[in-house]
């Protein structure tokens, strides 16, 4: 059973324009959440977190939006660039139960010029 | 900068042999964690460590183990390798905070 799920696969937007990926999750216990970016060959990379007691954190272009009551959390980029074109994928945690990170399947972005 | 290497970016091997990948951290990290990565499946966690010596099950420890000797070096072993361990593995470290720092990975072909 997933307990984070991203059902967006894939995600194709023009350059310039806003990005939204989405992910919810089960556990209620989740009490932290990070997005994290993927280039092929490459290792993940942290892009942004959040915790449970936010409901919206911005670094940049990047900004997380996070849902409790819906267990729902959502990463926008603005303004979308062809460098953004990854895969990206978002993890819960639970802080008291040690540094275990539970991951979404990913959302492939595709930022066209 | 954190530093998380991997032994080998490629490795090929045959079904039934013995298979080691490496994982060093340089950044003194007390968590460290093995994950195999498959399309439209994620990042899956095979097994992490909180200490030299402890190990603990992820979700998906079957056929595979670990050691871990020393703080900055963890080990997984895939005692008999089969065609469905074909994947990419990805090693990462982390302090006593959630965010993880990860390696290059390793892309693992069992032929």
């Known amino acids: 059973d997933q307990q984070v799920k991203q059902n967006s696969p894939s995600l194709s937007v023009q350059e310039g324009r806003i990005s939204i990926l989405n992910c919810d999750y089960t556990?209620?216990?989740?009490?932290?959440f990070l997005w994290y970016k993927k280039y092929p060959a490459e290792g993940p990379t942290f892009l942004i977190s959040i915790s449970s007691i936010k409901d919206k954190n911005e670094d940049g272009r990047f900004t997380v939006f996070l849902n409790k009551s819906a267990k729902h959390l959502s990463l926008h980029i603005v303004p979308s660039q062809p460098g953004d074109s990854a895969v990206y994928f978002c993890?819960?945690?639970?802080?008291?139960?040690?540094?275990?990170?539970?991951f979404g399947g990913g959302t492939r972005v595709l930022v066209k010029p | 900068d954190v530093k998380v290497t991997q032994s080998s970016r490629y490795l090929v091997k045959r079904t039934g042999e013995k298979v080691f990948l490496e994982c060093v951290q340089d950044m003194d990290h007390e968590n460290m964690f093995w994950y195999r990565q498959d399309p439209g499946l994620g990042l899956r966690l095979i097994y992490f460590s909180y200490d030299v010596k402890m190990k603990e099950k992820g979700d998906i420890p079957e056929g595979y183990s670990v050691s871990r000797e020393k703080k900055e070096r963890f080990s997984l072993i895939l005692e008999s390798a089969s065609t469905n361990q074909t994947s990419m593995y990805l090693c990462a470290s982390s302090p006593q905070v959630v965010r993880q720092f990860f390696g290059p990975g390793t892309r693992l072909t069992v032929l």
């Open positions: 993890a819960a945690g639970i802080k008291a139960a040690g540094n275990k990170l539970t």
């Open positions: 556990n209620s216990m989740f009490d932290y």
